[in-house]
């Protein structure tokens, strides 16, 4: 009985192996696919089925028949390779790496093709989260490979998203002396330097972190990130002056397009704790006035919304052809690799449904397959956006209260100066705000042309203001970070 089995699977393909036309090809492998008790057979149909349609130009259709040939936790087949390359192409790997993730390894011979599916599969498991596995998957691109510079530099992503942040530096600082070495670019050495300050800010190295903020140039798409991020560096350092010079710059209308209302909270926070509170009133001010507007937009923009929704109006900023959402909210997408992949995902998977006339009878099933894939990354992706959304209208919303509570705090700070003055019979200016000018003649640096700052913003000055002052805090209402 068993011979006559082995017989029976052997046949399997014996339509599909005489068959020289694609519909027939497909009509014998459907028949396979169809045919429960041929199950041991599935995936080496759903393989072939997948080079059928490669061959034909389907680059959609052959990928998500490889993925379900790739769900076998079999040695998985060789169309592995091809199937990485294509989902590149296609720009939604995680339909093929994700099945290849339950392997433990690749029968690849090809040590370079091997590293970069490994790299591509670690990617994908690092998207969802899983860390251990992304890490495992890491372990298997080798030192030679020209993927290796981007393997360390995830590897570092995901150990410092193990709380591992000692240990991310060092494949870090791999990954940049290799991304020089082998001519990646500027845009993955700035990449990594803003990793690398990352690193340093959570292990509480603050001159580290600095420095390394410090040397993304003006021009990276990086810069404004860095520089605020620079500015808390400075606050958690307990350098007051440094963090509200360097917050001047989001105050600009050169950066005012950008969501950075923690800029401005951070620079209000810091003026409060030079008690400086007249000042720091005037900012509370200036953002509820600023910010009050965007919450009311955003909480209708977001009334009803679900993730089809919210992926289709990012779609619609992105393309300039109206939108809901306030678009200082979703313009950090526009050079988001993710963001740009997923959409050319969905592009190509939709147009590629409505030509498929080369499978003849086969063609709704396949329009099928590759309009369900697409609406499946559209609640994907439209989730992730859907979900940071109302993430920042929360905390937006807890600014604004958190700004009534401020007040109250200072009024506090100045009724416990009222009561120290009926003690002494001296009641010290805590509302002087010496703030100082912002940039000092007497100091300048060789090289350097410096100014007063008087209220006016120009391009050029952006990103080099400077803040030269003191506490007014008395002595007894020093104000200490985190204590």
């Not at 296609?90 to 490994?118: Q, T």
């Not at 509820?288 to 289709?312: C, F, H, N, V, W």
């Not at 990103?463 to 204590?483: F, M, Q």
Request: net charge negative; glycine share 6%.
């Amino acid at each position: 009985m068993i011979a006559l089995l082995s017989l029976a699977f052997a046949g399997s393909f014996d339509d599909f192996d005489s068959a020289t036309a694609t519909e027939p090809k497909l009509d014998a492998l459907f028949a396979v696919l169809d045919d429960e008790s041929l199950a041991t057979d599935h995936p080496l149909a759903w393989s072939k089925l997948g080079q059928v349609f490669a061959d034909e130009g389907l680059e959609g259709a052959a990928i998500i028949a490889w993925s379900h040939a790739f769900e076998s936790t079999d040695t998985p087949p060789d169309a592995a390779v091809q199937a990485i390359e294509l989902a590149d192409e296609v720009g939604d790997a995680a339909v093929v790496a994700g099945p290849l993730a339950a392997h433990d390894s690749l029968s690849i011979k090809d040590g370079d093709a091997r590293s970069h599916v490994a790299y591509v599969v670690a990617r994908d498991q690092l998207r969802r989260d899983n860390l251990g596995p992304s890490i495992h998957w890491l372990k298997k691109v080798d030192g030679e490979s020209p993927d290796f510079a981007d393997a360390e530099a995830l590897r570092a992503v995901v150990l410092a998203n193990q709380g591992k942040n000692e240990a991310a530096l060092v494949p870090l600082q791999t990954a940049r002396a290799l991304g020089v070495s082998k001519h990646k670019g500027e845009r993955f050495d700035q990449k990594i330097v803003m990793n690398l300050a990352r690193v340093y800010y959570a292990t509480d190295n603050w001159g580290q972190s600095i420095y390394h903020y410090k040397q993304i140039p003006r021009s990276s798409e990086y810069w404004a990130e860095a520089h605020f991020e620079q500015a808390w560096a400075n606050f958690r350092g307990a350098n007051m002056p440094g963090t509200i010079g360097l917050l001047l710059s989001h105050s600009s209308p050169f950066l005012e397009d950008l969501w950075y209302p923690e800029a401005d909270m951070l620079r209000a926070q810091a003026l409060f704790m030079m008690c400086k509170f007249g000042t720091a009133v005037e900012e509370m001010n200036r953002f509820q006035e600023r910010y009050t507007p965007i919450q009311e937009k955003l909480d209708a923009a977001l009334s009803g919304m679900d993730e089809e929704a919210a992926y289709t109006d990012l779609g619609h900023y992105l393309d300039q052809s109206g939108w809901s959402t306030p678009g200082i909210l979703l313009r950090k997408y526009r050079t988001e690799d993710r963001i740009a992949e997923s959409r050319q995902a969905v592009a190509h998977y939709r147009a590629e449904a409505d030509e498929l006339e080369s499978i003849g009878k086969h063609a709704d099933k396949v329009g099928a397959w590759l309009d369900s894939r697409a609406d499946a990354i559209v609640q994907v992706e439209g989730a992730r956006i859907l979900s940071r959304l109302q993430t920042q209208r929360d905390e937006l919303s807890q600014m604004l209260t958190d700004l009534e509570l401020a007040r109250i705090d200072i009024l506090q700070l100045e009724s416990r100066l009222y009561e120290q003055a009926a003690a002494t019979g001296v009641l010290q200016d805590v509302k002087a705000d010496r703030i100082g000018k912002l940039r000092n003649l007497k100091k300048s640096k060789k090289g350097y042309q410096v100014w007063p700052f008087e209220g006016e913003y120009w391009a050029d000055e952006v990103g080099w203001y400077e803040v030269h002052t003191r506490s007014d805090c008395p002595e007894n209402l020093a104000r200490k970070i985190g204590g």
